[in-house]
């Protein structure tokens, strides 16, 4: 089929019988269609829901019979071949959006069976018409027929393969279609289709016709791709498209002439007053219909081409033969020119290179000197470099002496206890030496002062003069008896008056600072006891009030300095009260050491609480920061120098670690650069005598470069004259062989690639699409034992 058979399908008066009768059942059933069928399901009963699906059925039957009828006209025998006719209604929104695709089935019973087996994949399938039964199974669907044909419809969410997009303009702005009703104003309706449908690289071919009827407030109406068809009270607005067409044929709007289209949108404009549209209904059909139904037979043309083709190809063999021939004796004279050309060039490049290495020699050789020198200077940088490393390596590889390993130790004690001594001195710190300080001495005076520890004091006083009353009333009869001579009497008060002197000097004893020292040694003395007996720190120190207690009384009447002091008072008493003695000395003295025992004793332990307090405090303090600094010294010089031994094997071993490549570590790879330097220090003369001769050589080569230059050009001369007169001869025969190639090129080519490169590819998809038009013929599914024909019906709502 060529483009002019194309042109004249869409110019034939066939296709706008078709566009008037498909838009004439379209426009008849808008109104009483299968869409008021389904919106009746939800306020209808049973019955009148029946009632109104058979009077929607014989709408719908009537619209396919027309459009087979109409049909018919174009295929005689497709009603009599088609076993289902699918007709499918979208309902979509004023903008074109599809809401629900209802679609209507008809299963024609050509041979009068019992049962007719269909493939469906609709939902809610029911029969409008009859009352035959089925069952389904998937998508298969058999229905008991009884030689009947079977109506029905049923629901899908499918895409439809060809869809709108309603577009609408009120004075050049675009509007929402809700909003564009009763305004007035200049009115475009743009109407664009998509075809959704592809076979291959082509598109499924679709002819779509869309009408809409205005009432009389639309005037001046105007219409792109589409007619007006007036009535009188109303228009009738028609425009068709063929979406898809353009791009599966590969063509454009300039490829046909002015009365030819193929149209992909429909456009309308209007004047208008109070808008409202009662809808916009579109038909979509196959347009395979419209195309030759013959495959087109080119293989006739393309032998003819070939030998058209093959005679042009023996013409310019022969002409390429006589310019061949020609051409050898030019190609062996061109060979020669080369060959000659690139002599000279060679040449030329031969002396200034001899002259560059001339010069370049004579910088190497002004430079020798300079580069003798910086290979010793780089032999004695790489021999100490060498000698560093080794002597590093070997530092590394060796232990740490006691001296290092305590001079490590020592920087790092020193550091630890500068950290202690920082932490201790910090009064915000809860460790602090004050805070312990404070708290050591508060406990210790706490516990040492106790009421339990008063009482136990005062008891044990009382006790030990209780124990020695016998021998205090003793001693003072014995010195009342001494004097008993002159004056017994005195001499007994005397006696008694001298024994409290000494118990009492016993007890300010304990009070001095002597006393105290006394004291404080005897507990220690004492603790150390039962730590050595197996108490812990924590039992003693419970026992701690009842230690003080007794290791007091033991001083005054065992310490030497006390019974000193008890004697030098009972000396210096008896001195003053000789004459105040009598016979109860002994009473006396024992009633006086009772009653004043127990009270020395009580603010002896307050009076040593008080004084020891600060002392306990600063001891216990001092205790704990010179454990922490010690276990803090300890531990960082240890650290110190199990670090400093970690480091320095930790870098032993990277020097020494072989590279994968190289096999060279840090000291093997210095140990060898400093060998190959000094390998190459001793070839150093060698090289400087080796310049000196590439100097004197080149020198020589550089002086030769004038005359070869000068029997080059000679050479050239004659060679320009021989290339010249060949050159004349072969041009002759080129004209001729290129004569023959443009008539080639610009004819017999041109043709041949407008048949296979326009003409022959046209055809060829055009025929795809016809085969891709024909081999849709269903949308919901049917048996392959059966034909199929199908039409689509898109209604939008109105705008009221």
């Keep these: 089929m060529k483009l002019a058979e194309l042109k004249n399908r869409f110019k034939n008066k066939y296709m706008i019988r078709i566009v008037a009768g498909v838009l004439t ?63 499918v209604y979208v309902i979509t929104d004023a903008a074109g959006n599809a809401k629900s695709t209802i679609v209507s089935e008809w299963l024609k019973n050509l041979d009068g069976t019992d049962t007719l087996e269909d493939v469906s ?11 035959e039964t089925f069952t389904q199974s998937g998508d298969s669907v058999k229905w008991k027929a009884d030689g ?52 291959g690289d082509v598109y499924v071919p679709f002819m779509v016709i869309s009408g809409m009827v205005l009432n009389e407030d639309f005037t001046n109406i105007k219409v792109t791709n589409g007619k007006v068809i007036s009535n009188g009270n109303n228009n009738m607005v028609v425009g068709t498209a063929l979406p898809g067409l353009k791009e599966s044929l590969q063509v454009t709007d300039s490829d046909f002439t002015d009365d030819v289209t193929i149209p992909e949108y429909v456009e309308m404009t209007a004047d208008v007053k109070d808008f409202k549209l009662s809808t916009i209904m579109s038909v979509v059909s196959g ?48 060979e020669f020119s080369t060959g000659m050309d690139s002599l000279q060039s060679g040449i030329s490049a031969y002396t200034a290179g001899t002259k560059t290495l001339a010069d370049g020699i004579g910088t190497l050789k002004s430079q020798s000197t300079t580069l003798v020198n910086g290979v010793s200077q780089l032999t004695s940088s790489v021999s100490t470099l060498n000698s560093g ?50 708290t050591a001495g508060e406990q210790f005076a706490g516990t040492l002062t106790s009421d339990a520890n008063i009482a136990a004091v005062k008891d ?122 009598t016979e109860s000395a002994g009473q006396v003295a024992v009633a006086t050491a009772t009653q004043v025992a127990p009270q020395t004793a009580e603010s002896t ?44 094997k930790q870098i032993a071993a990277s020097i020494e670690k072989k590279d994968k490549k190289t096999g060279y570590s840090l000291v093997s790879g210095m140990s060898a650069l400093d060998t190959a330097v000094n390998g190459m220090s001793g070839k150093m003369p060698e090289l400087t005598s080796g310049i000196d001769k590439l100097y004197t050589g080149s020198q020589t080569l550089a002086s030769k470069n004038d005359e070869l230059n000068s029997g080059a050009a000679k050479l050239t001369d004659g ?52 085969d891709a038009g024909k081999g849709y013929d269903s949308f919901a599914g049917k048996s392959d034992k059966v034909t199929g024909d199908v039409k689509f019906i898109i209604k939008s709502e109105e705008i009221k």
């Design 605 to 648: 332990v307050r009076g040593v609480a008080a004084q020891a307090k600060d002392s306990i405090g600063t001891s216990v303090a001092e205790s704990v920061k010179t454990a922490a600094k010690t276990a803090a010294g300890t531990a960082a010089g240890q650290a110190a120098v199990e670090g400093a031994e970690s480091a320095k």
């Design 389 to 438: 490393v080794k002597l590093l390596d070997k530092s590394l590889n060796t232990a740490m002496s006691s001296d290092e390993k305590n001079a490590a130790m020592q920087t790092a004690k020193a550091a630890a206890e500068k950290a202690v001594e920082a932490q201790f001195a910090d009064t915000n710190n809860a460790q602090s030496y004050q805070n312990i300080k404070a």
């Design 148 to 199: 009947n044909d079977i109506y029905y419809q049923g629901t899908t969410t499918k895409e439809s393969p060809v869809t709108t997009k309603i577009t609408y303009y009120l004075d050049g702005k675009k509007i929402e279609p809700d909003k564009l009703a009763g305004q007035s104003g200049k009115v475009k309706i743009r109407i664009d289709y998509t075809n959704n449908e592809k076979d």
């Design 287 to 334: 347009c395979s219909d419209l195309m030759s139904d013959k495959t087109v037979d080119t293989s006739e043309i393309d032998d003819k081409v070939d030998d058209v083709t093959d005679a042009m190809d023996q013409l310019k063999d022969g002409s390429g033969d006589l310019s061949d021939g020609l051409g050898t004796l030019s190609d062996s004279v061109g």
């Design 719 to 770: 060679k320009n004259q021989l290339v010249d007169g060949i050159g004349k001869l072969k041009d002759g025969s080129e004209e001729l062989a290129d004569g023959i190639v443009k008539f080639d090129e610009e004819g017999i080519e041109k043709l041949v690639n407008s048949y296979t490169g326009d003409i022959k590819p046209f055809v060829d998809r055009l025929q795809k699409v016809v």
């Design 25 to 87: 059942v379209a426009v008849v059933s808008s109104s009483a269609t299968v869409y008021n069928v389904y919106a009746a399901k939800s306020t209808k009963t049973e019955t009148v829901e029946s009632t109104e699906t058979k009077i929607d059925t014989k709408d719908t039957k009537d619209t396919t019979k027309k459009t087979d009828t109409t049909a018919k006209d174009n295929s005689d025998d497709a009603e009599d071949t088609v076993g289902k006719d699918e007709t």
């Design 121 to 131: 994949d609709l939902k809610d399938i029911k029969n409008v018409k009859g009352d």
């Design 460 to 581: 044990q006083a009382a006790a030990t003069v209780q124990a020695q009353a016998g021998q205090i009333s003793e001693q003072a009869k014995a010195q009342a008896a001494a004097q008993l001579s002159q004056n017994a009497a005195v001499q007994s008060q005397l006696s008694q008056i001298a024994s409290a002197a000494q118990a009492a000097g016993q007890m300010q004893y304990a009070q001095s600072e002597a006393g105290q020292a006394a004291i404080q040694a005897k507990v220690q003395e004492m603790i150390a006891k039962y730590t050595a007996a197996g108490f812990t720190a924590e039992q003693i120190s419970a026992m701690q009030s009842t230690l003080v207690g007794a290791a007091t009384a033991d001083v005054m009447l065992n310490d030497g300095g006390a019974q000193a002091a008890g004697a030098a008072a009972a000396a210096n008493v008896s001195a003053g009260l000789q004459q105040a003695i």
